[in-house]
């Protein structure tokens, strides 16, 4: 009688237990292939991501500019026109993602909120904190898609 654990089958051979080339074994690469993520549409849910990330950072822009008015005191109109068009310009490309483009976009979409520390010490804020989050976003990209 064999124990309930033991294949029957099995040989106690090393070669024969599973390689890294072995496609039977759940997540590891096969030799040749990219490594599957497990994703049924690995681009569409980075798109999804991405779009999802800029989403929230138009949000947050557009609700920051009251409490921003009101406790930072001087927020001057092309300040407000600022965050605007940049929440605009979050939206546009966030709707954008199928383009290959539209990741660089992003990304100097960041850089153009941090620049408008210049007008308000809280956009630097808001733009360092999206910025890390839009690295983040891009390294989840590059960890999924290869």
């Known amino acids: 009688m064999t124990d309930p654990q033991r294949d029957p089958h099995a040989t106690d051979d090393p070669a024969d ?8 074994v759940p997540g590891e690469r096969v030799a040749g ?3 599957r993520s497990g994703l049924r549409n690995p681009e569409r849910a980075v798109r999804g991501l991405g779009a999802g ?10 609700l920051a500019i ?21 929440a605009v310009a979050a939206i546009v490309v966030a709707g954008m993602m199928r383009r290959p483009w ?15 520390g210049l007008l308000h010490w809280s956009l630097l804020a808001l733009g360092i904190i999206f910025a890390l989050v ?3 976003a891009l390294h ?3 960890v999924i898609l290869g």
């Open 33 to 35: 292939q990219p490594r």
């Open 66 to 86: 009251q409490p921003i008015r009101v406790v930072g005191g001087d927020l001057s109109g092309a300040a407000i026109g600022a965050v605007v068009a940049l």
């Open 102 to 116: 539209a990741w660089h976009a992003g990304t100097v979409l960041q850089g153009l909120l941090m620049l408008g």
């Open 53 to 62: 990330t800029l989403s929230l950072e138009a949000l947050v822009l557009l």
């Open 17 to 24: 237990q599973g390689s890294p080339a072995d496609p039977s």
């Open 140 to 142: 989840v990209r590059r």
């Open 134 to 136: 839009w690295a983040y």
